[in-house]
């Protein structure tokens, strides 16, 4: 299209040149034949306005502008608008070809769960994990601003520190300003806090900026002893808790919606949607402080296999504490980076920053032919995680949830920065994460699109 249209506007002058010079000469000449002389002219016009009509054609229906050969007032030929606005159409075609026509399928995979529940038993000593104290900063002495930070004031000092896996305070969200501040945010009512807290198995997901549909558990998956045992909590804010009303969905007497058990947040603690959800997916250990186990998957999916089978597949089975699936096509820190600007996913300096950062503190390029890498991808399908609530589990949340509190909240750019360095300073004391397929995260819940993507958050 590009040659076409740039053939077009350079040679039609020269065309036009060389039809007038040749009038001139066929004048000049008296021993012609005059009706092959008008007939030649005449077949020529009809060619250019032939010319014409299909360029003008071929224009609209690819919606193009037409832009005539010339200068404009800043001197600048309309030529290079041409081009510029074919690049933007070629730009957008691309896209959605890559979008649509192009795209990848990852199928689920099979998974051996056990057949049912009726005979699942915790390995003896299977909590038998690193071993140290957690407490947590809940107030800070001094604030340096008028509304206190709910990840907190931590210093470079403090960050460092934070990483050691011994007996320790850190910040890990949930902090209050000094006395006669109002609330960081986060709020929650004390009814729902009795009832989290005598929850020992969590399923949790949230939906915050009215950017999801509420998509249930498919029930006949779920076994009665789930139903009973395990808590299934799904953390909204007041605009959503709206308009799933207005979408026929309203909470019973008890607050349920189905399995959903309907939590309500009030005074969000981040403008930026996203980052706000990283709260009930990283701190579920400060959400449901008595519970054991959780397992978290975002709201784009639902959960058609039984959590109890999930603990001991992912678990139990595996000998591990932390459960994530591997992406389904990047590996590399380096890639998403790419990927992330690429897709204007966060404001680019943002990225920049964290980034170059994170090189600077030792992060290096996944090499997948290094047979001592720990993990088999450096970046991680976040939507689906199990996890035991053990003291190294516990710590790696706190401190993946610092980072995209101090930086972007795009996890996957932290993931394996916080994974690495954790084990980079706890030399003898391990950290059990399974990383397994992403197949497997695929099988265990149906996948859909979110309704909306909450708004881009402003440049810092």
């Given at each position: 299209m590009?040659?076409f249209?740039?053939?077009?506007?350079?040679?039609?002058p020269?065309?036009?040149?060389?039809?007038?010079?040749?009038?001139?000469?066929?004048?000049?000449?008296?021993?012609?034949?005059?009706?092959?002389?008008?007939?030649?002219?005449?077949?020529?016009?009809?060619?250019?306005i032939?010319?014409?009509?299909?360029?003008?054609?071929?224009?609209?229906?690819?919606?193009v502008?037409?832009?005539?050969?010339?200068k404009?007032?800043?001197g600048?030929?309309?030529?290079?608008?041409v081009?510029?606005?074919?690049?933007?159409?070629?730009?957008?075609?691309?896209?959605k070809?890559?979008?649509?026509?192009?795209?990848?399928?990852?199928?689920?995979?099979?998974?051996?769960?056990?057949?049912s529940?009726?005979h699942?038993v915790?390995?003896?000593?299977?909590?038998?994990?690193?071993?140290f104290?957690l407490d947590y900063?809940?107030?800070?002495?001094?604030?340096?601003g008028?509304?206190?930070?709910?990840?907190?004031q931590?210093?470079?000092?403090?960050?460092?520190?934070?990483?050691?896996?011994?007996?320790?305070?850190?910040?890990?969200?949930f902090v209050?300003?000094?006395e006669?501040?109002?609330?960081?945010?986060f709020?929650?009512?004390a009814?729902?806090?009795?009832?989290?807290n005598?929850?020992?198995?969590?399923?949790?997901?949230?939906?915050?900026?009215?950017?999801?549909?509420?998509?249930?558990?498919t029930?006949?998956?779920?076994?009665?002893?789930?139903?009973?045992?395990?808590?299934?909590?799904?953390?909204v804010?007041?605009?959503t808790?709206s308009?799933?009303?207005?979408?026929?969905?309203?909470p019973d007497?008890?607050g349920?919606i189905?399995?959903?058990?309907?939590v309500?947040v009030?005074?969000?603690?981040?403008?930026?949607?996203?980052?706000?959800?990283?709260?009930?997916?990283?701190?579920?250990?400060?959400l449901?402080?008595s519970?054991?186990?959780?397992?978290?998957?975002?709201?784009?999916?639902?959960?058609?296999?039984d959590p109890?089978?999930?603990?001991?597949?992912?678990?139990?089975?595996?000998?591990?504490?932390?459960?994530?699936?591997?992406?389904?096509?990047?590996?590399?820190?380096?890639?998403?980076?790419?990927?992330?600007?690429?897709l204007?996913?966060?404001?680019?300096?943002?990225?920049?920053?964290?980034?170059?950062?994170?090189?600077?503190?030792?992060l290096?390029?996944?090499?997948?032919?290094?047979?001592?890498?720990?993990?088999?991808?450096?970046v991680?399908e976040?939507?689906f995680?199990?996890r035991?609530?053990?003291?190294?589990?516990n710590?790696?949340?706190?401190l993946?949830?610092?980072?995209?509190?101090?930086?972007t909240s795009?996890?996957?750019l932290?993931f394996?920065?916080t994974?690495?360095k954790?084990?980079?300073?706890?030399?003898?004391?391990p950290?059990?994460?399974?990383?397994?397929?992403d197949?497997?995260?695929?099988?265990?819940?149906?996948?859909?699109?979110?309704?909306?993507?909450?708004s881009?958050?402003?440049?810092?």
């Amino acid at each position: 299209m590009m040659a076409f249209l740039r053939h077009t506007a350079e040679l039609l002058p020269e065309r036009n040149d060389n039809v007038s010079i040749e009038v001139k000469s066929l004048n000049r000449s008296e021993h012609r034949n005059r009706r092959g002389r008008k007939f030649g002219h005449i077949t020529r016009e009809k060619w250019l306005i032939l010319a014409a009509v299909l360029f003008l054609i071929y224009s609209a229906v690819l919606g193009v502008k037409i832009l005539f050969l010339g200068k404009m007032d800043g001197g600048i030929s309309t030529s290079i608008a041409v081009q510029e606005e074919i690049k933007r159409v070629d730009e957008l075609d691309v896209k959605k070809q890559g979008n649509y026509k192009h795209r990848k399928k990852y199928p689920p995979c099979e998974v051996a769960f056990s057949e049912s529940v009726d005979h699942l038993v915790e390995p003896k000593n299977f909590m038998n994990f690193t071993k140290f104290s957690l407490d947590y900063v809940e107030r800070e002495v001094k604030s340096f601003g008028e509304i206190p930070r709910f990840g907190g004031q931590q210093t470079l000092e403090e960050r460092e520190r934070s990483f050691y896996a011994r007996n320790q305070k850190l910040h890990c969200g949930f902090v209050k300003g000094p006395e006669g501040f109002p609330s960081a945010g986060f709020d929650l009512d004390a009814n729902d806090k009795i009832y989290m807290n005598t929850c020992k198995v969590v399923v949790s997901s949230c939906i915050f900026g009215n950017s999801d549909f509420l998509r249930r558990p498919t029930s006949k998956q779920i076994s009665e002893y789930s139903k009973k045992n395990v808590c299934f909590v799904m953390f909204v804010d007041e605009q959503t808790l709206s308009k799933l009303s207005q979408e026929g969905n309203i909470p019973d007497d008890g607050g349920y919606i189905g399995l959903w058990k309907i939590v309500v947040v009030r005074n969000l603690p981040y403008k930026d949607m996203r980052r706000t959800g990283k709260v009930p997916k990283f701190l579920s250990h400060r959400l449901f402080p008595s519970s054991m186990y959780s397992i978290w998957l975002d709201s784009k999916m639902r959960l058609q296999t039984d959590p109890l089978l999930i603990l001991e597949y992912f678990l139990w089975r595996m000998r591990s504490e932390y459960a994530i699936s591997n992406h389904y096509d990047r590996h590399c820190v380096w890639e998403e980076v790419l990927q992330n600007k690429r897709l204007n996913k966060y404001n680019h300096s943002a990225i920049d920053e964290q980034f170059k950062f994170y090189q600077s503190d030792g992060l290096m390029k996944f090499d997948p032919s290094d047979p001592n890498n720990p993990i088999p991808s450096y970046v991680p399908e976040g939507s689906f995680i199990v996890r035991a609530h053990t003291p190294m589990s516990n710590l790696f949340s706190c401190l993946w949830f610092n980072e995209v509190d101090h930086f972007t909240s795009r996890d996957q750019l932290s993931f394996a920065y916080t994974y690495l360095k954790l084990r980079r300073m706890n030399p003898d004391r391990p950290f059990y994460l399974n990383m397994f397929k992403d197949c497997e995260r695929r099988a265990l819940a149906k996948l859909f699109r979110h309704k909306a993507l909450p708004s881009l958050p402003p440049a810092p």
